[in-house]
């Protein structure tokens, strides 16, 4: 049993100095934010250089002040960057951890209709504050609603306008 188990498992260890990439489990989305799909998002950050061992499978990295995370990682979250690269992922910060809490709707633009499943969904073009209209997005009028509760849709372009797409 334990020698299946082992097959994959492989014996990781790095070296003070050594540059690694860094696994971090991909953030939900709090609120609404322009960002491809959790499963179009990287995997791995990085490379960040290894400034300390803690333990026999825990290492410290050197990570940029913006990050806001604990800088100790299991090993298992670490991958060994090799050769030298200048394609650098950043880390999310804390403004984009929660997916830019910053906006606020500002306006709905205008309404449509939308095929969710079996049944129709309305979704509604927002604006956003402190970004441009070209920039606004199609949301859920439920998810918004939920979302910003204070935000009022109602009188907020017609509900008339826009067709079933689908």
Known sequence: MKTQAD???????????????????????GTVANRPSEKLSPRFFGPFQ??????????RLKLPTSAQIHPVFHVSQLKKAIGSTNCSTELPTSDNVSGDANKQPSM????????????AATQVLVHWTNTSPT????????????RFPQFDLEGKGSEGEGNVVG
Request: glycine letters at 6%; a positive charge; hydrophobic letters at 35%.
């Open 50 to 59: 290894v400034i300390d061992r803690i333990g026999k499978v825990a290492y």
């Open 7 to 29: 097959k994959k498992r492989t014996e990781r260890e790095f070296a003070i100095g050594d540059w690694v990439y860094l696994k971090l489990q991909p953030y939900k989305q």
């Open 108 to 119: 709905i633009l205008e309404r449509r209709l939308v095929r969710r499943g079996n049944k």
């Open 135 to 146: 920039e606004a997005t199609w949301e859920y009028a439920d998810e918004l609603r939920w």
